[in-house]
């Protein structure tokens, strides 16, 4: 439901690298990982049907020392969109409805409904405003129940952010939108939809919505902040206002079975998964991230709800499937995924390195203080609050760095790191973000 900072995927080439060897390399890339509270979940990796590594990490229940496993649940945010929108294809091939179809059609007095399509609302396309860019209410009201008449008077009447199918923006509003609307041309509730078209016919047993009032052995606890000294338990996300765009909890073994659906075409027709797989604007396609790896296509999803970070990258042509279940606020999973396919096409890659922070006085902190460009637009915001030196990105959550050396800072909560730089005078006048290789200056304008 969340976006943090930047992501960044990479291709990876080469042979591939698979039994014995790989599942230990794996083990020992997680493991790192997890050492350094860095992840904290479970995690299957499969390639050709066989499991290389089915294994859980870290913490269920750190209170009561429950470990994680494969059995774990878990939210996975926006992942559900993915399903969401094999559902609304579904319902096409039935010929209940048609992606082109008018918002219109389904809600006459929706604000410029005729000009926004059921393929907009799928690809991001819409311009609609979405619900969770309102932060009061993701801080405040979240986890209260939500009708479908409060939950649409939050985004309806907000002007669009542009003229559909112009340009591409996240909005959560468009695929609770889409939830809706199969709640309309199915005539029961979208979650007895979800169970009826998916999760029964491929046995998902242990896949749900209800979250808040799921009271399973295997529930895995979120946490907004989880190491040795400090596990800080999140808020549960009331499924009423996640809902299509996000609600959903499942298992990695679940997930897997989705994978095979979709790779086997078992729900939909290859013709309807290629026209999800194909993308429109900013590489993403009707619920699905697309990109490639070694000339052959990628397509997953991330996904990020209070407590968890999640992620699905599925490559149909090697018969590859890696899930990243996190019930931890972090969000190393882009990282763990790339070298997670260095290692199975036998690529370089590194084990995380832990950083050490030390300590730095409040009179220096004050001097990063200000507004730095990273592009138009993107605004890298740096206060000095009581000690803590806090960065916030334009329409992102605010993160704490830590000074590793002189002017050098880290994130604990990412992989990423910030560089000051100064002037002849010995004044800040830019900074310099290092995440996914790459490196990203920003003046500083304010």
């Known amino acids: 439901m969340k976006k943090i900072l930047v992501v960044v995927l990479v291709s990876v080439m080469g042979q591939s690298l698979v039994g014995q060897d790989a ?43 429950i470990a994680n496993d494969p059995n774990t649940i878990l939210q996975i945010g926006s992942i559900t969109k993915q399903f969401t929108a094999i559902m609304i294809l579904k319902l096409q091939e039935q010929k209940k409805l048609n992606v082109n179809d008018k918002l219109s059609k389904y809600f006459p007095a929706y604000p410029k409904g005729d000009s926004i399509t059921i393929k907009h609302l799928l690809t991001h396309t819409s311009g609609i405003y979405s619900y969770t860019n309102d932060g009061a209410f993701m801080e405040n009201e979240v986890t209260k129940p939500i009708s479908r008449k409060q939950m649409m008077a939050m985004f309806e009447n907000k002007p669009l ?7 591409w923006e996240y909005s959560n509003s468009a695929y609770t939108l889409l939830g809706y609307i199969i709640e309309d041309v199915t005539h029961m509730t979208y979650y007895a939809a979800a169970r009826k078209m998916i999760f029964e016919p491929l046995k998902m047993i242990h896949t749900g919505f209800d979250f808040t009032h799921f009271a399973g052995n295997e529930k895995a606890i979120g946490y907004m902040r989880i190491n040795a000294e400090v596990q800080t338990p999140a808020p549960i996300v009331d499924s009423s206002v996640s809902f299509s765009a996000g609600a959903m909890y499942t298992t990695t073994g679940d997930l897997f079975k989705w994978y095979q659906s ?11 998964f290629e026209m999800a797989a194909t993308p429109v604007l900013n590489r993403y396609g ?13 397509v997953g999803h991330g996904g990020g709800i209070h407590g968890f970070t999640t992620n699905i990258s599925m490559l149909f042509a090697d018969d590859i499937c890696i899930i990243l279940l996190n019930n931890g606020s972090n969000s190393f999973l882009s990282a763990i995924t790339e070298s997670i396919y260095a290692i199975l096409y036998n690529k370089p890659y590194e084990i995380p390195k832990e950083r050490t922070a030390i300590a730095v006085d409040e009179e220096t902190l004050r001097q990063y203080e200000g507004e730095y460009e990273l592009s138009p637009g993107f605004i890298l915001t740096v206060r000095n609050k009581s000690g803590r030196l806090m960065v916030q990105a334009t329409g992102q959550p605010e993160f704490e760095v830590f000074a590793e050396k002189a002017d050098f800072f880290f994130l604990k909560v990412i992989d990423a790191q910030l560089q000051f730089k100064r002037d002849a005078q010995n004044k800040v006048e830019s900074v310099v973000l290092f995440q996914g290789g790459r490196e990203m200056p920003g003046k500083k304008i304010k």
């Open 23 to 65: 599942a230990v390399k794996l083990d020992e890339l997680m493991s790192a990982y997890a050492k350094q509270y860095k992840f904290n979940g479970t995690v299957l990796v499969a390639k050709g049907g066989k499991f290389l590594l089915d294994k859980g990490y870290g913490w269920r229940n750190a209170a009561n020392k």
């Open 262 to 272: 979709l790779k086997n075409n078992k729900i939909i027709s290859a013709a309807s």
């Open 161 to 167: 952010d542009f003229s559909p199918g112009t340009k």
């Open 286 to 298: 009707f619920g699905l991230g697309i990109d490639s790896v070694s000339g052959m296509r990628r």
